[in-house]
């Protein structure tokens, strides 16, 4: 069970863009903690997107941008490519666990 | 750029112990946090648990119990051992680097465990 909730999936044509929230709550983003983001395409490994909410990794295009505010964070993709198929998941820290680094349920995007 | 290799076998008993081993290369061990996730299949990123090379660790709390993890920088690797296993247990395994503001900056490819008899 994760304690950070994203939608199971979101869609898009070729073009658009597209959004993913990840809610989390006071132990966690809430609290201050960094929120990250990676991309794993099926079948492979998950791939950093983003890291310290909204910077980019060398190479990650600037079609990916990620924000946070309060307690939720953000991904957005624009100008949506058939290669930005894959599942997407947000990650941070949260101390009310013990101390524990926690991921997103993870959301499905599709391009249509 | 730094690689990561899990290894292992890609079978184990229930009730017996998972024994996983990452190698890396293309950069030292030394000075950062390293770390196991794993994913069921169709499920989504658990994090089981992260070793400094100094050997300290920190673990996902509903692990910590059955969890060993050690590190030898003479090797470049760091081990994980989960003792007592299920088909629960059954999930691909990745390694990971640690950077300092808490996220994965390099992943092995994975392995695939199966808990069965």
């Known amino acids: 069970q994760s304690v950070l909730t994203q939608p199971p999936s979101v869609s898009g044509a070729p073009g658009q863009r597209v959004t993913i929230s990840c809610t989390g709550r006071?132990?966690?983003?809430?609290?201050?903690?960094?929120v990250n983001w990676y991309q794993q395409l099926p079948g492979t490994a998950p791939k950093l997107l983003i890291y310290?909410?909204?910077n980019r990794p060398s190479g990650v295009p600037d079609r990916f941008s990620g924000s946070k505010s309060g307690s939720s964070a953000s991904l957005a993709i624009t100008g949506l490519q058939a290669e930005d198929e894959a599942d997407y998941y947000c990650?941070?820290?949260?101390?009310?666990?013990?101390?524990?680094?926690?991921f997103g349920t993870g959301t499905q995007v599709t391009v249509l | 750029q730094v690689q990561l290799q899990e290894s292992g076998p890609g079978l184990v008993k229930p009730s017996e112990t998972l024994s996983l081993t990452c190698t890396v290369s293309?950069?030292?061990?030394?000075?950062?946090?390293w770390c196991w996730i794993r994913q069921a299949p169709g499920k989504g990123l658990e994090w089981i648990g992260d070793?400094?090379?100094?050997?300290?660790?920190n673990s996902n709390p509903s692990l910590k119990s059955r969890l060993t993890m050690a590190i030898d920088t003479s090797k470049n690797q760091f081990s994980l051992n989960l003792r007592s296993v299920t088909a629960a247990d059954t999930a691909v395994y990745y390694c990971?680097?640690?950077?300092?503001?808490?996220?994965?900056?390099?992943w092995g490819q994975g392995t695939l465990v199966t808990v069965s008899s």
């Open positions: 990650q941070s820290y949260d101390s009310g666990l013990r101390g524990s680094h926690v």
């Open positions: 070793i400094y090379f100094s050997g300290s660790t």
């Open positions: 006071s132990t966690n983003i809430g609290a201050g903690y960094d």
């Open positions: 990971a680097r640690v950077e300092v503001g808490g996220y994965y900056d390099f």
């Open positions: 310290g909410n909204s």
């Open positions: 293309g950069g030292s061990i030394s000075d950062y946090y």
